[in-house]
């Protein structure tokens, strides 16, 4: 069930991408609900095959959201104060950090690093993804710009090609939400209007992101 508004710690929007592990988004949803968090989903276009729509909507209390809406509509979801990308597959990954933004999952991403907003993205990609030269200088450039990527052996083990799904069960969804915590103890969330001068430094924004990442381990 959301969060009673006394309670709200603020509006986490969950992105969903094309993957096995999308099957348990809800799982993410009940641990950020039970911190407080009013979530919201959106998903990739791909990912829709994988959730159930309709079981996320009555979760959250809200649509779950994959296409553009018209300009001059209403948006039906609040603004977001934090983002959690997971599971973000390589496609995600890479066309995020390349500045593509050709779904709705994309162009809130690719906007949210220019508002500054704390985001998250746990991947879920196979060991000969990961050898591609494109997926590490994605994952570098992600960080550089301030999104935390939890990648590596110390947060989930790659796995061999056509094996994802006997692997959904070790996806650790609340090491997103950890992660944010971190973020939150050493800088509160802020809208980009809410932010001091010198603060959307960029070398100041790497030089916290390799401190989280160190920390991390």
């Given at each position: 069930m959301p969060p009673e508004p006394e309670t709200l710690r603020g509006v986490l929007y969950l992105i969903v991408?094309?993957?096995?592990?999308?099957?348990?988004?809800?799982?993410?949803?009940?641990?950020?609900?039970?911190e407080g968090w009013e979530v919201c989903v959106i998903a990739t276009p791909s990912a829709r095959s994988f959730i159930?729509?309709?079981?996320?909507?009555?979760?959250?209390?809200?649509?779950?959201?994959?296409?553009?809406?018209?300009?001059?509509?209403?948006?039906?979801?609040?603004?977001?104060?934090?983002?959690?990308?997971?599971?973000?597959?390589?496609?995600?990954?890479?066309?995020?950090?390349?500045?593509?933004?050709?779904?709705?999952?994309?162009?809130?991403?690719?906007?949210?690093?220019?508002?500054?907003?704390?985001?998250?993205?746990?991947?879920?990609?196979?060991a000969a993804q990961a050898e591609h030269p494109a997926f590490q200088g994605s994952v570098d450039r992600l960080r550089a710009a301030g999104v935390q990527i939890l990648y590596g052996p110390d947060v989930l083990e790659l796995h061999e090609p056509g094996t994802g799904s006997q692997r959904v069960a070790l996806f650790p969804w609340q090491l997103t939400l950890e992660a944010l915590n971190a973020n939150q103890a050493r800088r509160p969330f802020r809208r980009l209007d809410h932010k001091p001068s010198g603060e959307t430094d960029l070398a100041s924004i790497t030089r916290a992101q390799h401190r989280l990442d160190r920390e991390a381990r």
């Open positions: 991408c094309g993957a096995p592990p999308a099957r348990d988004a809800n799982r993410l949803i009940q641990l950020a609900q039970a159930d729509a309709p079981a996320l909507e009555t979760a959250t209390g809200h649509p779950v959201r994959s296409q553009y809406k018209q300009p001059d509509a209403a948006d039906v979801l609040p603004p977001p104060d934090a983002i959690v990308v997971a599971p973000a597959t390589f496609n995600t990954i890479n066309k995020w950090a390349a500045g593509i933004s050709d779904t709705l999952a994309l162009g809130l991403l690719t906007e949210a690093i220019g508002k500054r907003l704390p985001m998250v993205a746990l991947p879920f990609i196979n």
